[in-house]
């Protein structure tokens, strides 16, 4: 994988991540909700540390491949 392509990968990563934060942001300020858009709140702010433990795994092995090129 060259750098540029490693590059634009973690460009779109932190792009969708700035999404889903935003998202989730958006649903938190809204105090009056009804209890099933809580329920719905509560599932995507699951998903959404889902996503950034998958992310962030995938950086670490992103960093793991480039080392090992380094050497």
């Known amino acids: 994988m060259t750098a540029d392509r ?3 990968a973690v460009t779109r990563i ?11 942001s ?4 809204q105090d009056n909700r009804p209890a099933s858009g809580s329920a719905r709140v509560v599932e995507l ?6 996503l950034r433990e998958q992310v ?6 992103l960093d793991d491949l480039l080392a090992k090129l380094e050497d």
Request: proline share 0%; glycine share 0%.
């Open 56 to 61: 962030s795994e995938s950086l670490r092995e």
């Open 26 to 29: 958006s649903a938190a300020s």
């Open 45 to 50: 702010v699951n998903v959404h540390e889902k």
């Open 14 to 24: 932190e792009a969708a991540l700035a999404r889903i934060e935003a998202v989730r």
């Open 6 to 8: 490693i590059a634009s």
